[in-house]
């Protein structure tokens, strides 16, 4: 399964009417979240595939369209958040955006996180129970504590990543929020069973089902 994997920043490449031509045929579209919901919309209208998404932690809670749309999530993509899927035999299950540093959406302590968590424990359950597997992708927006995460309060990754990796052994935790300006930034990471790949801006992944 190929998948076209995006995150925090408009490529124009993408937003244009060659992105067939860029990247080539996709099976899935999964979104790490800060992006505009129009831009997320294009993607999928222009690709025309399952999508899925995950809010980050400076999404807007409306976007108002000079159509007199007013959209409060991508066309087209289903939320992730606190959610499993089966897409096509690969598992899929997300947690939306950033460590709390201050009253804004989209924030969560780490236990906060952990309520999360343990409300997609039945999904997960499921998972193991019908395909013998927790889980294969877990779609976020923050990193990890420790991985590809920075010092600021900010861009701290949470710990109750580190310990969903360590329960439910997904295959991939995707991830975006940590910008990337030089070529010899760590962005793929091993973590015991588990590859955590910071996808920004945006990221071809092939993996099979």
């Not at 780490?110 to 309520?115: A, F, P, Q, R």
Request: glycine share 8%; proline share 5%.
């Amino acid at each position: 399964m190929r998948i076209l994997t995006i995150s925090d920043k408009i490529v124009p490449s993408l937003y244009s009417a060659g992105i067939r031509s860029q990247i080539g045929e996709v099976d899935l579209i999964l979104s790490c979240g800060d992006l505009p919901y129009y831009y997320v919309d294009y993607i999928v209208s222009m690709l025309d595939k399952p999508a899925y998404f995950v809010y980050g932690n400076h999404e807007n809670v409306a976007e108002y369209w000079s159509n007199n749309t007013v959209m409060n999530a991508p066309g087209g993509a289903i939320n992730l958040h606190g959610r499993t899927f089966c897409e096509r035999g690969l598992l899929l299950a997300g947690l939306e955006g950033s460590i709390r540093y201050n009253k804004a959406p989209f924030q969560y302590t780490d236990s906060e996180m952990w309520g999360i968590i343990a409300g997609m424990i039945p999904g997960l359950l499921h998972n193991r129970l019908r395909y013998g597997r927790w889980l294969d992708v877990l779609v976020t927006h923050s990193p990890p504590r420790g991985i590809h995460d920075e010092t600021d309060r900010a861009h701290t990754g949470f710990k109750s990543f580190l310990a969903f990796m360590r329960y439910f052994r997904p295959r991939y935790l995707l991830h975006g929020h940590i910008h990337i300006y030089r070529n010899d930034t760590i962005a793929w990471t091993r973590y015991l069973e588990t590859d955590v790949v910071n996808v920004y801006p945006y990221r071809i992944l092939e993996i099979d089902p």
